[in-house]
């Protein structure tokens, strides 16, 4: 089991950036990491995922050249870098780990998740 902590969620402006931690403790070992969000009404979003061993990334076409998954394996610690916000961003974000090498956009291989952290974008 893989405990998560999310942190860095602030209120920000159109066209400002922002950077997204989340600290892992536990087996973390080989787990994959997601970024998921979730907007007031909607559903949950898959973000951005990073492998374990290769890093590999995968992002949603809706954020594709705006955000930036990085993993620090020797902190145990994920980020996402969030360039450009707008309004569409605005959500409640989530990391969650994968026990599988491999990230993934479906949140139902993600068996561990973080509490979640507030990124309102407003004007």
């Known amino acids: 089991q893989v405990q998560l902590v999310e942190s860095g969620g602030a209120l920000v402006r159109p066209g400002d950036s922002l950077t997204l931690s989340c600290a892992a403790s536990g087996h973390t070992a080989g787990y994959a990491t997601g970024w998921f969000r979730q907007a007031p009404g909607k559903g949950r979003e898959f973000v951005a995922s990073i492998g374990w061993s290769d890093s590999r990334t995968y992002y949603a076409t809706s954020v594709q050249g705006r955000f930036t998954i990085s993993r620090d394996n020797a902190k145990n610690t994920v980020y996402l870098q969030m360039y450009s916000l707008n309004s569409g961003d605005s959500a409640v974000y989530y990391c969650?780990?994968?026990?599988?090498?491999?990230?993934?956009?479906?949140?139902?291989?993600?068996?561990?998740w973080g509490q979640g952290t507030q990124v309102p974008v407003a004007s």
């Open positions: 969650a780990a994968d026990s599988h090498d491999s990230g993934s956009d479906a949140s139902a291989e993600y068996g561990d």
